[in-house]
């Protein structure tokens, strides 16, 4: 599937990039977008991939740098799409949809499946034909003449390309972990495929990629299309390097960096005194040809519940009522047993009726990265150094702002772990699959709670069968 770092030659590409990327790029071209109200009209007179590849133009490349927000979002807004299933596998919430019983049978209860109908094999095709989309954004900027965009707005769509791949390259790694076997480069023609990239090399690439995109911020000087509404307050070359920076140190955390997390903390849009909701996010609307937010499920019995785990767990505040965080995220529902083990007599949470109240309206963002993580990871790395007075003022500054709670000591490594883990677990909460994430890093899945003792905790996806075929 994968050939070399960056495809430029343009030479028989057709028929393979409509392949890949054709059904997205028909959305950026006829939809424009990530909602009308947030973006620029792309120009309805470019609509030809061949004419992008080959002689592109500024409302092209604006169109295509709009459309990676779209690409990036589009498996992150429904109930079978990530935050909801790795918020299965990290025993943070159910989905109980009778009409797909996998929920329980494949995520909890049985090994995910790389074939189809199956869920094993998400996150793969859609990551991809956003790298590949980035890609020919990236050939088109080297073609595109300095009188039309300039060297300046260049850097910006250069950055901003690589900023966005190395998000997609995150969540393969992050959905495959040691299963990767995951290309770093895409092919022209995939009856070649590239050369398979372990885990630590899809790392090693991902932060090359955030670098170089560091680095074209330097001398960029304005991005030549609109951002969309979710990143407002980061959409300058100069602001946009802050969010760069905030994903840069969470792939240091994830890769053990604390060093370099730290660094790049310092560069990012971290702040103490600021909102913990500052940040970058995925933005919906009800306008014609956008999408909404379908984590929204309004009612008393939603198919989309809260694990009963985060009840049990909860910490109380000095006055005995719970974690302000789980107070304002959840909210109480009917019961529902599903698929005949859970929520039954007979499982080890009898009773489901925690919903979520993260998502309250069809239009409510999605967090991408928000500030009270910069502040976790920031704890984080500095438990990683041993430097727990440090940790320890940060996660009490969550603590106490985030959820009403009382200040703690940290006495050692292993116990301020756990209890970062804690506050991870609360504050960033069905926002992206950072339990099962943090869990695994620390090799504590097997900590994760088990509705029946027949459940499993699945630890990666695997490689999608039609990739693992396409390399016999």
């Not at 707005?153 to 250069?158: D, S």
Request: proline share 5%; with cysteine; net charge negative.
């Amino acid at each position: 599937m994968m050939k070399k770092a960056r495809t430029s030659s343009r030479k028989g590409a057709e028929i393979m990039l409509r392949r890949i990327v054709g059904p997205l790029f028909a959305v950026a071209i006829l939809v424009g977008l990530v909602g009308c109200e947030n973006l620029t009209s792309p120009n309805s007179n470019f609509g030809d991939l061949a004419e992008l590849t080959s002689n592109p133009d500024r409302a092209g490349l604006a169109t295509t740098a709009q459309g990676l927000i779209i690409g990036y979002r589009q498996y992150h807004l429904a109930p079978n799409d990530i935050v909801a299933q790795l918020g299965i596998l990290g025993r943070q919430s159910y989905n109980h949809d009778i009409a797909d019983p996998r929920h329980e049978s494949e995520m909890l209860g049985g090994t995910l499946q790389a074939s189809s109908p199956a869920f094993g094999g998400n996150y793969w095709s859609e990551p991809y034909a956003n790298i590949k989309l980035a890609d020919i954004l990236l050939d088109g900027t080297d073609q595109v003449d300095d009188a039309e965009v300039s060297a300046g707005e260049k850097e910006a769509l250069r950055a901003f390309a690589k900023t966005m791949q190395a998000l997609e390259f995150l969540t393969l790694v992050n959905t495959r972990d040691t299963n990767c076997g995951c290309p770093i480069t895409i092919a022209e023609d995939p009856r070649t495929p590239a050369p398979n990239a372990t885990k630590d090399q899809v790392f090693d690439h991902i932060v090359q990629l955030l670098e170089e995109a560091n680095g074209h911020l330097q001398g960029a000087t304005a991005f030549p299309f609109r951002l969309s509404s979710g990143f407002s307050g980061l959409d300058s070359p100069a602001t946009f390097r802050q969010f760069n920076r905030g994903i840069r140190a969470r792939v240091a955390v994830y890769m053990g960096d604390f060093s370099i997390a730290l660094t790049a903390l310092s560069e990012s849009f971290v702040s103490a005194v600021g909102s913990l909701d500052n940040g970058v996010y995925h933005t919906f609307s009800t306008g014609s040809g956008d999408r909404t937010n379908e984590l929204f499920q309004p009612g008393g019995d939603p198919n989309l519940r809260a694990h009963p785990s985060l009840g049990v767990d909860v910490e109380l505040k000095l006055d005995g009522s719970p974690d302000d965080r789980f107070v304002s995220k959840t909210r109480e529902i009917t019961s529902r047993s599903f698929n005949g083990i859970l929520c039954t007599p007979q499982s080890a949470f009898p009773t489901c009726d925690i919903g979520f109240d993260i998502y309250t309206t069809s239009t409510t963002p999605i967090p991408i990265i928000r500030n009270e993580e910069l502040i976790l990871l920031r704890a984080e790395a500095n438990i990683g150094l041993g430097n727990l007075g440090a940790a320890q003022a940060d996660i009490n500054l969550i603590r106490q702002q985030a959820g009403g709670l009382p200040a703690v000591t940290l006495t050692d490594a292993d116990q301020a772990l756990d209890q970062l883990l804690y506050e991870k677990r609360y504050s960033l909460l069905y926002e992206g699959g950072h339990r099962w994430i943090d869990m695994r890093r620390y090799d504590k899945l097997s900590e994760l709670p088990l509705d029946v003792a027949a459940h499993v905790v699945n630890a990666a996806y695997p490689i999608p069968i039609d990739e693992t075929a396409a390399r016999q």
